[in-house]
């Protein structure tokens, strides 16, 4: 059984002598406490050394990677010729896969072997015979050195840090800059109340501050390079008469000093603001154009980086911010939220109550295919984001219009027959359903019949329409007395319940004209003449 133990300058391979001991790893460290004991364990089989910094490297990424480097290639070659029934006891899973696959070599990674290596670290000077610990310590700090720079130059995200770290600069000096403002407002309201309901621009009312100082000096101010010309009539005016508190000149001078501090802040604001408008530009321009530079470093700030955006699908990108809002939907089964951070895009906002959840549907589709133009195409231009914008504005202005919109590539007058369904109705026949030998085929057919014939009072009516306009004159017939025609009812009754089978019967009666109809009642009239 053998161990492959990774270092800085290369590759050592040793041999287990005692497997046992690699099942009992509870008290293995004690078998490690001095160098005698740690040669009896483990006898170093193979070093294979890095020839410089550069291989030390690209073996280190490989193992990173799970991948096999071509010296640990080289090395496990010998041991697979050599000693090919044996098992090697590797750190990381991903690699022995690796090994597994390119080299038919058996791999065992779990606690045991992490646990052995660990043992195996503590008496490495001793078990690697010709390594000096200062050539160790020289060749790890320049691993370490050259593996961080591999990182930062190579990191498809590096130029997305910039992004990232601007916009989340960008929204603390936002929420900074309210702060600010809120406290010179309520400082300097004590003074001059008046002139916060005049003056609602935050930068305007911190600069008349600034120039004015205590509201005596308002009347003998120029302050026509700041306010319009009404407003400073009325600024004016209002100090004549307020109604404030008189302060001292240390507290105006400090008031002037936080006013100045603001004035600053908004100067940078807008300068981090042009910056990052610039780097979403060049780094990913039909985002920038569909939603705005702000918007859109927003989601990469969120996602992480513009690659990490990408593989987001719509949906995801559409509710991208409102993460508490969808698990809390989800938890009390309520109506999921239509979207997030996309609300703050322009389209979004202008468009109607009733209309935002479908725009921002349609502009987070548009959206996500933008983001993985912009993060995997080459020679990336805006002209996509320009050709979806259009779109979207049009379908916008359809919907505020009211107007029907078509798919697209379908004309208006087609029709997706398709997708259509036609419904069959089929009723079960329940007469059919019966074993029994007294169902007549004639009876099941008169049920049939009746399933789907009218009702009987319409049926009746319908009857004696028909034998009015149709049926020829009959000849008169004498009259019966009332004697007879209850003989006549109660023999129909009779012969109802005794006899089922004339159901059949009857309903052809019923269905025959009315000239037919008579005839068969005249003739059941004289057979209960002739029985009496």
């Known amino acids: 059984m053998f161990i492959l133990y990774e270092t800085p300058a290369g590759y050592a391979i040793f041999k287990l002598l005692d497997d046992n001991k690699f099942k009992e790893i509870d008290n293995l460290y004690l078998e490690f406490e001095t160098p005698e004991k740690a040669s009896k364990i483990v006898k170093l089989k193979h070093f294979e050394k890095f020839a410089d910094t550069t291989e030390a490297l690209s073996a280190a990424t490989a193992a990173v990677e799970g991948k096999l480097s071509k010296s640990l290639k080289k090395a496990l070659k010998k041991l697979v010729d050599d000693d090919v029934q044996n098992q090697l006891l590797v750190a990381d899973a991903k690699l022995g896969n690796a090994i ?36 160790m310590t020289a060749m790890s700090l320049g691993l370490a050195h050259s593996l961080s720079r591999y990182k930062l130059k190579f990191s498809p995200d590096k130029i997305d840090t910039m992004i990232v ?16 403002m809120m406290r010179v407002r309520e400082w300097y309201g004590w003074h001059f109340p008046e002139l916060g309901k005049i003056l609602t621009d935050n930068i305007a009312y911190v600069k008349v501050i600034k120039l004015v100082g205590t509201r005596d000096n308002m009347a003998d101010t120029d302050l026509s390079d700041i306010l319009m010309e009404e407003l400073e009539q009325k600024a ?43 780097r979403m530009m060049a780094m990913a321009p039909n985002l920038t154009v569909l939603v705005g530079e702000t918007v859109g470093a927003r989601l990469i700030a969120h996602s992480g980086s513009l690659v ?17 809002a969808l698990f809390r939907a989800l938890k009390t089964k309520k109506d999921t939220p239509k979207y997030g951070l996309i609300y703050h895009a322009a389209m979004v906002g202008s468009a109607s109550i009733k209309n935002k959840g479908r725009i921002s549907r349609s502009l987070a589709a548009k959206a996500s295919l933008a983001t993985r133009v912009d993060a995997f195409g080459d020679d990336v231009t805006m002209q996509l984001g320009i050709d979806h914008r259009a779109k979207l504005e049009t379908r916008l202005r359809m919907l505020e219009q009211g107007n029907s919109t078509r798919l697209s590539g379908v004309k208006a007058k087609a029709k997706l027959q398709k997708f259509h369904a036609v419904s069959e109705v089929k009723t079960f026949k329940v007469a059919t359903d019966s074993t029994l030998p007294s169902t007549s085929s004639k009876k099941v057919k008169a049920e049939e019949e009746s399933a789907s014939a009218p009702s009987p009072k319409k049926k009746k009516v319908q009857q004696e329409e028909a034998a009015v306009e149709e049926a020829p004159p009959a000849t008169e017939e004498p009259e019966l007395g009332e004697g007879s025609a209850k003989k006549k009812k109660k023999k129909k009754n009779k012969g109802d319940s ?14 025959a004209p009315a000239s037919v109809k008579k005839s068969k009642k005249s003739k059941q009239k004289k057979a209960t003449e002739d029985d009496e």
């Not at 696959?101 to 660990?118: F, I």
């Open 100 to 135: 597994k696959d390119k080299l038919s070599l058996q791999c065992v990674a779990n606690t045991s072997v992490l646990e052995l290596m660990r043992c195996i670290r503590t008496q490495s000077e001793s078990l690697l015979s010709g390594l000096p610990k200062k050539e």
């Open 165 to 180: 770290q601007a916009q989340t600069l960008l929204d603390d000096l936002d929420k900074e800059l309210n702060n600010y």
């Open 236 to 278: 004016k005016e209002a100090a004549e008469i307020s109604m404030g508190t008189e302060i001292s000149e240390e507290d105006i001078t400090n008031i002037q000093s936080l006013c100045d501090e603001i004035i600053s802040i908004n100067e940078y604001r807008t300068h981090l603001s042009d910056y990052l408008k610039a």
């Open 308 to 324: 990490n955006l990408a593989k987001h699908p719509a949906s995801t990108l559409q509710i991208l911010g409102s993460e508490k």
């Open 498 to 511: 005794e006899q089922p089978a004339e159901e059949s019967v009857l309903e052809e009666s019923m269905e």
